[in-house]
């Protein structure tokens, strides 16, 4: 069973067994694509009518569906993190995540993966720690640093699990910019959006290429009581789906997919992660809003 970690935008960190699964259809009457190549949006512009808000999210992780001899007969776990910052100051994710597997035979899979991870305004700099231990396993630990220059393309420095440069495209963007580019895309009545995705998952050097569906707006109160706060009483929320894919390989199913509810302010409830013989749910069990610092731009 191969396990990989994903962050996700500021709304959620994975780390999971992943196989794969298969694509979410779009309505092709109604398919309005952003593509890659699109400019980086400013933090200015990402954030003018509601700004992502400072947060601290819980979730609790069930088994909501298994299929097939390969996959797992129970899961739980947790995902718990904070994130923090503004268009001015740039953005600070930090979580802890703790899964727990039971295979069909064998004994349980237990992961715990830790991550911190900032990110620049503008979408330029990006840092990132992550360290994951399987089970009884010695550590797996990244540490780099991504910078996009000039003229958009960007170098990657590793320090951790070993010296290295990488040089990535100028379509590449990093998790923030990803979620604050589905907004856009949401606010704007698109309803596909494709990103090249670079988060240092994995060895340090991998990119996602995905595909988001985003749906029409959601009305009515939310299932979970940790949502039934004023804050979000008036925002707007889609339901957002996102197909990773491996690169080159974007023709073919997806390694997986991600579901969830996402408010204008980047909160993400009701999560869903489809890995094709099994399904997890995520259900947002604590919500606290943290002070987000003034910004004047």
Known sequence: MRVTCLLLNAATALCLALSAVAPVAASPANRQAAKPGAPVLSGANADLEV???????VYELTLLKSTGTKSPTAAHGRIAFDFS??????????????????????PTRISDMHSATFEDADGRNYEFKLQTTIDSATAEQIDGKASRSAGGLIS????KPKHQKIELG????????H??????????SQNVIELSVFDGSETGAKVYETTTYIGHPVSGPAVEKAAHIPELDDLKRWPVSISF??????????SY??????????????????????????????????????CSR
Do not use: W
Not at 170 to 177: A, C, H, I, L, M
């Open 51 to 57: 700004p992502l808000v400072s947060h601290r999210a």
């Open 85 to 106: 910052g503004s268009p001015c100051e740039g953005y600070v994710q930090n979580f802890r995540q703790l899964t727990e597997l039971q295979p069909a035979e064998g």
């Open 156 to 159: 990657v420095n590793l320090v």
């Open 170 to 177: 100028r379509n590449v963007v990093f998790p923030t910019e």
């Open 179 to 188: 979620l604050r580019r589905i907004l856009a895309a949401a606010k704007a």
């Open 245 to 254: 894919f491996e690169t080159d390989q974007k023709d073919g199913a997806p």
């Open 257 to 294: 997919t991600l579901s969830f509810d996402l408010y204008e302010n980047g909160i993400s409830r009701a999560l869903r992660l489809d890995y094709g013989d099994f399904i997890l749910a995520g259900e947002m069990t604590a919500l606290e809003l943290l002070h987000t610092p003034e």
